[in-house]
């Protein structure tokens, strides 16, 4: 609950701090007093106020009827900040060209004009003919304001409504092949249906769930891994969306291991749900499979980032890969790519993780690279090989740009 409240509290002042600026480049400069610059200051800080306002509602309250509104308004903000911060440079320069214009005209009217010689003697020209002062420079910059408001605006309001597409839409399947030196041949074509991050809660429910299983059936695997991140709620809320898990198939079972999100939802109850659901829960864990005449060892840690003791206890490297057969092949299950460095150091050969998303919403991946050595596909570290999946479906905003939902047919190949 308190990592929840920090969490919440943090984002209500970044998200603060960006509803100012968006405030700044599409009301104030947009508009002269008056009221609709006060109906856009309101209609600001209303927006300013619904992103915490529905992280802590969805998350504490259950006020799921947030969840639309906030996480929505959430992507649009998003790009609307990338837009304007990326016009910035055009914005600054235009700016400047036209305060130079505006004071070489300023100067050319200031000038003295030539004294005339006429009949009358007289040099000053009839105050009739005087000529006007330019009067245009605020009114351009007006205009350039708004035009790059109504610019960022449909390019946000585009880029979310193509991502909500692809958030809502089917995962798409990947297949990839993966050497491992240790594989027995006659385990060659070991298929792994691997998904991480269906995260059930506010936006997504049973439907979801079993639209997935029914894709991981269709692949006929031998072995089902979820990588963590199951769901946002308890099983109060959320344990009937879970219950088509129960119908997954594969040749030699189905196992889980917890993200990060459980720890926010009920580790304990959940851990004690998926089991009961059939799914085999890998707690620091490791299970000898026995397959086609050869063995594999699977393996499976509890989030990285938990903080408790129990079945909330941390990722315990030495219980999960300690004192085994260093000739089989071993896979970890680990939720966050991150946990490669210390699974490295126990001579993992493959690690499936999830977490990242794929970075969600582009170029935010960018900053995931910061965190997590691999955010999409196949990498190795350290001489362990990690493959990342994008995850079959999306926390907060129901947007997916340029990483789309995904579930992947991981084959293992013997040398």
Do not use: C
């Amino acid at each position: 609950m308190l990592a929840i409240l920090g969490f919440v509290g943090t984002l209500a002042l970044i998200t603060g701090l960006i509803h100012f600026y968006l405030w700044k480049r599409l009301v104030k400069d947009t508009t002269g007093p008056g009221r609709w610059r006060r109906v856009g200051t309101v209609v600001a800080l209303l927006l300013a106020v619904l992103v915490p306002a529905t992280m802590a509602g969805t998350q504490i309250a259950g006020a799921f009827w947030l969840a639309w509104p906030g996480y929505l308004w959430l992507a649009v903000m998003f790009y609307l900040l990338i837009v304007l911060v990326v016009l910035e440079v055009p914005m600054a320069v235009t700016r400047l060209v036209l305060r130079r214009r505006s004071t070489a005209a300023e100067a050319t009217t200031a000038a003295p004009e030539p004294a005339l010689v006429g009949a009358a003697g007289s040099a000053d020209p009839p105050a009739a003919e005087a000529v006007d002062r330019p009067d245009h420079d605020e009114s351009r910059r007006l205009l350039l304001a708004r035009g790059a408001a109504i610019f960022a605006g449909l390019t946000a309001a585009g880029i979310t409504g193509y991502g909500v597409r692809s958030a809502l839409g089917p995962p798409q399947l990947d297949r990839v092949r993966i050497p491992l030196a240790k594989l027995p041949r006659s385990m060659d074509g070991l298929r792994i249906a691997t998904v991480s991050d269906i995260h059930l809660g506010p936006l997504r429910g049973r439907v979801h769930t079993e639209r997935i299983v029914e894709m991981i059936n269709r692949l006929d695997a031998d072995l089902v891994a979820v990588v963590g991140d199951l769901v946002d709620g308890s099983v109060a809320e959320l344990g009937e969306a879970a219950e088509p898990l129960r119908d997954l198939r594969s040749r030699y079972g189905s196992f889980f291991v917890t993200g990060n999100h459980e720890y926010y939802s009920g580790v304990e109850e959940w851990v004690a749900e998926v089991d009961r659901l059939g799914l085999r829960v890998l707690q620091n864990e490791r299970q000898e499979i026995q397959a086609r005449g050869g063995v594999l060892d699977l393996a499976g840690i509890n989030d990285v980032t938990a903080d408790g003791t129990g079945v909330a206890g941390p990722a315990d490297f030495t219980a999960a890969l300690g004192g085994r057969d260093v000739n089989r092949p071993v896979v970890l299950l680990a939720h966050q790519p991150i946990a490669v460095h210390e699974a490295a150091k126990f001579g993992v050969d493959l690690q499936l993780s999830g977490h990242t998303h794929g970075g969600q919403l582009a170029p935010f991946n960018l900053a995931v690279k910061l965190q997590q050595p691999v955010v999409s596909g196949l990498g190795e570290i350290d001489g362990t090989k990690v493959y990342v999946t994008n995850g079959a479906g999306f926390w907060g905003p129901p947007v997916r740009v340029g990483a789309p939902p995904q579930v992947t047919l991981v084959e293992l190949r013997a040398p």
